[in-house]
């Protein structure tokens, strides 16, 4: 009887162990879900521009509708782009995120901690200046409530300087962020900021921005507009305009630009603005002829410009953003200078049609074949801005085998004409639209040249086995140039006359003047 007690009690405890195994088996541990979000950190004056996150932002396309989704978040990117202009020049550090959780930690090492998970829009801006308690603004008020915070901010027309505050430095008491909360356990260790990317969007002609072109944390989307339209120009230069016949004797330019240009494969070595902006492309073809101070007895071959010409294909790309009042221009040309060029063809054709002209003599010590290869950058700038005036500022540099230099300058314009930067469009059919039918006024420059290189005086970079070329001592390392001229315009019809002086080019040169005509014809 006790063997048998003992079996059922052994069956039973047996029984127990494998339905307390099964149990456990069955049941998992629950998994621990704190719901706390990682919380990024900053100590130093910066300005943060907030976006929704994936999640949130399908359910605002849910609960908004597409459209108006992506009409508010255009609007709001408009307000960031505009503040991203004011910070750039003033120093002040941006810094874009899409969490709902950061901590501030001021000068004197109080903390501020931030829950943003009530606020109602997803687009908003945190101004924190390093002292005072950081504030949350919408971002159509950002760019007016930057002053209160950063007071020596300046917009618009003057200097933007920003000195960040002193530390312990008593200050105005400032509203703060709602759901922020007050810590003063002491300064804790920087997380990094999240770098942005930038996406640049290029609208072909006629074309619409895509309708998902939201900015999101971390990545700044931009917009390119291929400008619709078309044009041929012709522009024709001569020093027989100002009764000569010497240095740079003639010149020959003929170009066409068309919204097709921007899919032509050299544009990819072109420079854009990060930013948005209306895009131009152009081919044009290019030749030029230089002389010495005489062309009726053989050169002396010292002390005087060697003959020379030229003869390239440019391509060019020029971003305007007229809202900055910026214009950014890059350019790569691709010829032949020496006797390839023609110059020697074309000037003895010209001189023996004219019963007048003598026959140039010296041709054959012209600079020798070599390859032309350059490009070109050219930056300006909006000064003035006016119904009737414009002036810019301009900077640009050079480098290549024709020529090797720098310059900066001035260039204004004043008159009846189309503004000189293109607008940015609210729709692409403004960019179509007809100009006013009648331009005319007056325009000129001033331009100072820092040279390093020049073909047209030295000879090639590759072909040294010129009769004769001047030495770098010769050459005048900083030259003067002007033009002055007027300009009218009947519809898609234009016309220019200009006249331009160059100062001397080599130490025993002297200075120059010629004229210049302009033929345009556009749609």
């Known amino acids: 009887m006790n063997r048998l007690f003992r079996i059922i009690l052994l069956l039973l405890l047996l029984s127990a162990i494998s339905c307390r195994e099964k149990a456990q088996h069955v049941m998992p541990e629950p998994i621990q879900n704190t719901g706390v979000q990682p919380m990024d950190e900053f100590n130093e004056p910066l300005v943060l521009l907030l976006y929704p996150d994936q999640k949130r932002a399908d359910s605002l396309k849910q609960q908004m509708g597409i459209e108006n989704f992506y009409a ?11 503040l991203r202009k004011v910070l750039s020049e ?40 390093g002292t005072d308690s ?13 002053k209160e915070f950063f007071p020596e901010v300046k917009t618009e027309k003057q200097t933007i300087r920003v000195k960040r505050p002193k530390k312990n430095e008593a200050s105005a008491p400032t509203p703060s962020l709602g759901e922020f909360e007050r810590d003063d356990s002491g300064a804790l260790a920087d997380l990094p900021a999240q770098k942005e990317t930038i996406i640049r969007l290029i609208i072909p002609a006629g074309q619409q921005a895509p309708a998902d072109r939201d900015e999101t944390s971390g990545i700044h989307v931009i917009n390119s507009y291929i400008s619709p339209h078309r044009r041929f120009w012709l522009m024709f230069d001569n020093d027989l305009f100002s009764n000569t016949d010497r240095y740079y004797t003639n010149g020959v330019v003929l170009g066409y630009s068309a919204p097709g240009m921007v899919n032509i494969p050299a544009n990819k070595l072109m420079f854009s603005l990060r930013r948005n902006s209306v895009v131009h492309a152009s081919i044009s073809l290019h030749h030029a002829m230089f002389t010495p101070f005489t062309t009726k007895t053989p050169p002396v071959l010292v002390d005087d410009r060697p003959y020379a010409s030229s003869l390239f294909l440019r391509y060019s790309q020029t971003s305007d953003d007229a809202l900055s009042g910026i214009r950014l221009a890059s350019s790569i040309d691709a010829g032949v200078i020496g006797d390839a060029a023609l110059g020697r063809y074309f000037q003895k054709s010209v001189h023996a049609t004219v ?61 009846l004409f189309a ?53 770098p001592e010769e050459i005048e390392r900083m030259v003067a140039a002007m033009h002055l001229g007027i300009f009218a315009r009947y519809r898609k019809l234009g016309i220019s006359i200009s006249q331009y002086y160059l100062s001397p080019e080599f130490k025993e040169g002297k200075q120059h003047l010629w004229g210049q005509i302009g033929l345009e014809y556009g749609w």
């Open 72 to 82: 508010s978040s255009d609007e709001n990117s408009i307000h960031y782009q505009e």
């Open 355 to 415: 019963p007048t002209n003598d026959e140039p003599l010296g041709w054959e010590t012209q600079i020798r074949n070599d390859l032309v290869l350059n490009y070109s950058v050219n930056l300006q700038k909006q000064l003035l801005k006016s119904t009737n005036a414009e002036i810019y500022a301009h900077g640009d540099a050079t480098l290549g085998t024709l020529h090797t230099r720098a310059g900066m300058g001035i260039n204004a314009i004043a008159g």
């Open 134 to 146: 950081p504030v949350l603004v919408s971002p159509d008020k950002a760019a007016g409530k930057l």
């Open 419 to 471: 503004p000189g930067l293109t607008n940015l469009p609210k729709d692409y059919s403004d960019l179509q639209k007809v100009q006013r039918d009648w331009q005319y006024g007056i325009r000129g420059g001033l331009e100072f040249r820092l040279i390093g290189y020049d073909a047209t005086l030295q000879g090639g970079i590759f072909n040294k086995e010129n009769i004769y070329a001047l030495k």
């Open 90 to 129: 003033s120093g002040i550090k941006v810094v874009s995120g899409e969490s709902l959780r950061y901590r501030f930690i001021s000068d004197n090492g109080a903390i501020t901690e931030t829950d943003l998970s009530r606020i109602g829009s997803p687009w908003q801006v945190i101004i924190f200046n």
